[in-house]
């Protein structure tokens, strides 16, 4: 049986008792289609469509993440939206954008992943995942991702891992730098002028820094 919403920034469609099989053949078929996302949850499979909002939003959630790491010296390792995926717990993901910051060097030159073996990436960023049906953190927590980032299009909320639950904080684990005022002050300021110059000034906000 499939559902299909449409919401502000992305249309998704539901598929019930969907063989992992299924879901792997699909995730192979589309890995080349950046507008086609899945989500796998022990049967259920979700397909989003991004929209523009949802694209621009998830684009400036990484270069921020990318300037804080280039101005703090801090290497990163960037998968963007790799599959994050484990068949012995039928969970699978796409993220908006994942980044290894603290095991960088783990994955350091890795192509390719096995994440019953491999870690699974420090900071995960999504964007708008209220609208889904599926509980996307749960997904994330079962994997191990240490922190998640949230964007609905007003609020941003930091998710981080203690003892396999997320808990909201102020202020980010894997770059303590960065509280969610600081964050959603910049993604809300999107538009008001350039986003080089915005990029520009919150460089220069992170060099201001003790």
Known sequence: MATQISTKLAKIMRLDKVKWSTYQSLSWDLCESPHQKLTFDRGVLEIMTPLPQHEINKGLLGRLVRTTTEVLGIEIASLYSTTLSREDLQKGIEPDECFYIQNEEQVRGKTSFNFTIDPPPDLAIEVDITSSSLNRLEIYAALGVTEVWRFNGEDLLLYCLQNGVYE???????????????????LQRWGEIGENALLREFRQWLQSQP
Do not use: A, T
Not at 168 to 183: A, E
């Open 168 to 186: 909201v904080r102020d202020y980010s684990g894997v770059l303590p730098i960065l509280s969610k005022f600081v964050l959603l002050d910049f």
